[in-house]
């Protein structure tokens, strides 16, 4: 009974802390499986911890956490292990085995609810939730809140698209206009890159005229209903601002650096910067994303804009989980951030280091900062709405740009997005694999048929070297492995099997 007393104090009990750069006025614990808030002189101690970072940051968060060790006035000492996982593999992960997955981990905001539902999140507790909306952007705080609950730390605030263009091809007087930039790449005979076969980019046209796509989750992370308008008289209008580029000959579906290869427009983000800079030199010119034109109204092109999180693993100490809360408040703070921007380029979510004169003075985030007023801050999204929704851009450049076709195209897209909700059980619990198998373009899921974890397809394919799939459940990205893509390495002809359970995926020759 003691101990349980001692348990429910602490769980009770609110701490001040020192993040990097945040005043020692608020605290903030790990609620969750065990984990709450405790006072400064009960969190005295070692802990070993375990922690995923992008490779790129491994050496980086070592020293941050060396310095927290130093800082912070707790009696804290972290015997930390980082570990190269990146942000888009970590849920994976974590998902296929929680307890063996990092206490703190580096994640894309767009698996927040995968990570929710397999209880891989701890919930932040009341000063930790305080701390989070007293330092960030809206958008970042957004990015971590599933129903009224926050989950995780924002860690940036950069993850989205704008505008590279060559200016010896496309003056500035013409970057507002997206006709007007078609026009000038039509007649130098060059590209404009912008990946509309994919979800995250088109979207960007329905937006910019007012749509909106939200899926709702109740607590526990779960999809239970879409408020989604695309299929509108404001997604027609966008539909024929996006038929204007995908059916112009100039438009390529790319967001890779691509001036080397023709291209005097590229739709990209932070992460090209070098390589474009590189390419174009003094011609290269950053801009928010231009607007289109339909029966004489202007249409500013939209765009997600995205975040990348730090979570917590749920502890069954509760004041290890405290701890671990204070360690990632630390390492999501100001100067923390700040320093992840001078050395890799990542914008910060946080509104101090925003307003840093380096950061502003950075011409990407600059024209990331200047598309976030038409950006909507990308919510957590059911994982089969990419493949639905990217399939609006092929109906799209398929037509013949008339109302009645557009209009069918979005019909389709709506009729796509409410049979996620009619989907049987053994439909959403099976597995099937999709990928370039058969020169198919990931539009196709395949069948697989299990026995007991193992999920074997249905047929053997004969593959080449190099061909790439994945295995994911209920036709969705929220499950998927492996983390990346399996690539064949010698060519054959195979079943593909997966086992559930580890999330290992392999080929069996066929006899």
Known sequence: MKK??????????????????????????????????????????????VIWAPEAAVDLTKKQVDDFNSSNEYGITVNA??????EADA????????QAGGDLYFFAQDQLSRLIQAGALSKLGASAVEFVKSNNNAASILAAQAGTDLYAYPLT??????????????????????????????AAGKNISYELENAWYNAGFFFGTGCHSDWVTDADGNFISIDDDFNSDKGLIAAKGLYKIV???????????????????????????????????????????????????????GSYSGCKLMGVKPQTDAVRGAALARLAQYLTGKDCQLARFDSFGWGPSNNEALADPAVAADPTLAALNEQGNYAVPQPNIHGSWWDIAKVITTDVKASDGSDEALKAALAKYEESIQAVFTMSDDVKNAFTVIGSINGDGWTLDLPMTADGDV?????????????????????????????????????????????????????????
């Not at 849920?91 to 929680?98: E, L, P, Q």
Request: net charge negative; proline share 3%.
């Open 4 to 49: 349980l007393l001692a348990l429910i104090l602490a769980l009770a009990m609110a701490l001040t802390f020192v993040a990097c750069g945040a005043p020692a006025e608020t605290g903030g614990g790990s609620e969750g499986e065990g984990g709450g808030e405790a006072v400064g002189n009960e969190l005295a101690g070692t802990y070993d911890v």
């Open 91 to 98: 849920a994976t992960n974590m998902i296929t085995d929680v």
């Open 81 to 86: 292990t980082v570990e190269p996982v990146s």
């Open 455 to 511: 999920w074997t397809s249905d047929e053997a394919y004969t593959m080449d070297a190099g061909v790439e799939f994945k295995c994911r459940q209920g036709k969705s990205w929220d499950v998927a492995y492996p983390a990346d893509n399996f690539v064949v390495e010698t060519a054959g002809t195979y079943y593909i099997q997966l086992n559930a359970a580890t999330g290992e995926v392999s080929l069996v020759p066929a006899e």
């Open 157 to 186: 605030a950069d993850n989205g698209y704008f505008m590279y263009y060559d200016k010896s091809v496309v003056p500035e007087s013409d970057i507002d206009s997206l006709e007007a930039i078609i026009a000038d790449c039509e």
């Open 247 to 301: 059916s112009s000959k100039s438009y390529v579906s790319a967001s890779t650096a691509d001036f080397a290869s023709g291209s005097a427009v590229v739709i990209t983000g932070t992460w090209n910067y070098s390589t474009i800079k590189d390419q174009l030199g003094d011609n290269m010119g950053v801009a928010d994303l231009p607007s289109f034109e339909v029966d004489g109204q202007s249409y500013h092109i």
